[in-house]
T-cell receptor, first 113, second 115 residues
Framework: QQQVKQSPQSLIVQKGGISIINCAYE??????FPWYQQFPGKGPALLIA?????SEKKEGRFTISFNKSAKQFSLHIMDSQPGDSATYFC????????????FGSGTRLLVRP | NAGVTQTPKFQVLKTGQSMTLQCAQD?????MYWYRQDPGMGLRLIYY???????DKGEVPNGYNVSRLNKREFSLRLESAAPSQTSVYFC??????????????FGDGTRLSIL
């Protein structure tokens, strides 16, 4: 039972282009939606996160768009750079004492020079 | 600046062998987690410890046991390894509710192969 569905599985973008990764969730109790970035041989690291009380959050070239009614959220990477080549995971969490994250299946992004 | 340290980094086991994966954090975090990462399946939670002295099952606990040794250390044990447990294992920690913008900090993983 996949509670957070992520697409696409892989993505190739030219340098300077826009990378878009989409996620959909089922559990309306989720109230925290982070994105993690993972480079080969390393653990994931928090990139950006959003709460459902806002529809968009921007940090530099990275933007999360959130659609509460559709239960979808997406990561946009503007002016994509070769250094952005990594695997990206969306995740969701409930505000409870476990602080557990439910991860999507991941998107492998390749930015060509 | 160690953060979350996992040992070993690589391990090859034979079916039926046992081993313990070690994890330690130096950030005074309360909560710790064990995940496994498999191609196309993201990270799946095996066990977690919301606070020192407590442990709970995650999504895929079968075949594993954990020990929260103290606030710093959280170990994962495979009692009788099976090929299906070949994976990359990640330990993570956080200070408190992720919903309050407290990220989970991950180690660099243990790559485990079971023949």
């Amino acid at each position: 039972q996949q509670q957070v569905k992520q697409s696409p599985q892989s993505l190739i973008v030219q340098k300077g282009g826009i990378s878009i990764i989409n996620c959909a969730y089922e559990n309306t109790a989720f109230d925290y939606f982070p994105w993690y970035q993972q480079f080969p041989g390393k653990g994931p690291a928090l990139l950006i996160a959003i709460r459902p009380d806002v529809s968009e959050k921007k940090e530099g070239r990275f933007t999360i768009s959130f659609n509460k009614s559709a239960k979808q959220f997406s990561l946009h990477i503007m002016d994509s750079q070769p250094g952005d080549s990594a695997t990206y995971f969306c995740a969701a969490s409930k505000m409870d004492s476990s602080y557990k994250l439910i991860f999507g299946s991941g998107t492998r992004l390749l930015v060509r020079p | 600046n160690a953060g979350v340290t996992q040992t070993p980094k690589f391990q090859v086991l034979k079916t039926g062998q046992s081993m313990t994966l070690q994890c330690a954090q130096d950030m005074n975090h309360n909560s710790m987690y064990w995940y496994r990462q498999d191609p196309g399946m993201g990270l799946r939670l095996i066990y977690y410890s919301a606070s020192e002295g407590t442990t709970d099952k995650g999504e895929v606990p079968n075949g594993y046991n954990v020990s929260r040794l103290n606030k710093r250390e959280f170990s994962l044990r495979l009692e009788s390894a099976a090929p299906s447990q070949t994976s990359v294992y990640f330990c993570a920690s956080t200070t408190g509710p992720t919903g309050r913008n407290q990220p989970q900090h991950f180690g660099d993983g243990t790559r485990l192969s079971i023949l």
